[in-house]
């Protein structure tokens, strides 16, 4: 495993959502310099308090060893955020975690590889789509990696780390350097669509969602049974509404489409209360309602 120098292992994150947020506080609470690249002004606007707040959750949630020591004004002095991609981008390591859409990501790998020298390694935060997707959009597939990063980033201890089909060992190791300097343990896992964790979670969720919409059982008491009867922390449901319920349309729409198997198909009620702008905690309701609000 790499050592890794903060002093000279500058990051970026691209897309600073409630993923992206969760992750810059994360790197620099570890002593990184980031820059955040968001190009949504609302995004934007709100993204101080959103770091505060996750700053917050992280001191009273987070492991000892894992919970911020840096005041948070310190932290924030590390972070800086822009509107726009720019021409040239000298970092590390660029951690991507835009919304789950192809045609998105695509545009953006490709401005990436334009604007990024030979040493920086591409992370993808995706939910579902393959490494060896995104490998077609850039030309350094063995400087490309997954890091599944859990909601909340600066929280959440463990990551899934994936091996695309051309990834290096060389980077493997760097990636392994950084995340340890994270305070995060990892599984390495090869690619495949939903990686291991949303491959299997997507399915428990959409399926969750079916006996819902069917009148099997009301969305308390799934979330319920999966907490008292399987020693689960949360219900799906209530995982879905933690992750966004767009986030979840978005990434059964890439393994349906990516494997050609309407298996994966969006229940109907998913896709009833995306449209309806409730994306659960995010916007305050979703299969269940919460006191914060849209930031």
Known sequence: MTDIDVADFPVAVIGGGVMGNGIALNVAMSGFDVTVVETDAQARASFNERLRRAYQLARFVAKPESAPRAPFADICARIRIVDALPSRLDVAIAIECITENVAAKARLYRALEDASPP????????????????????QRP???????????AAVRDAVELIRGPHTSDQ?????????????KRFNIVNDATG?????????????????VERGVASAEDVDALFVRCLGHQTGPLATADLIGLDVIRDSLIVLRDES???????????????????????????FHTYRE???
Do not use: Q
């Open 119 to 138: 040493r920086t390694l591409f992370a993808t935060n995706t939910s579902c789509i393959s490494v060896a997707t995104i490998d077609t959009w850039t």
């Open 142 to 152: 063995d400087r490309t990696v997954g890091i599944h990063f859990m909601n909340p």
């Open 171 to 183: 980077t493997i190791d760097t990636v392994a350097g950084f995340l340890g300097r994270l305070g």
């Open 195 to 211: 990686f291991v964790i949303n491959r299997v979670l997507m399915v428990a969720i959409n399926e969750a969602i079916g006996l």
């Open 260 to 286: 050609n198997d309407r298996f994966y198909e969006p229940k109907a009620l998913l896709s009833r209360l995306v449209a309806a702008g409730s994306l659960g905690h995010k916007t305050g309701t979703g």
């Open 293 to 295: 609000t849209k930031a």
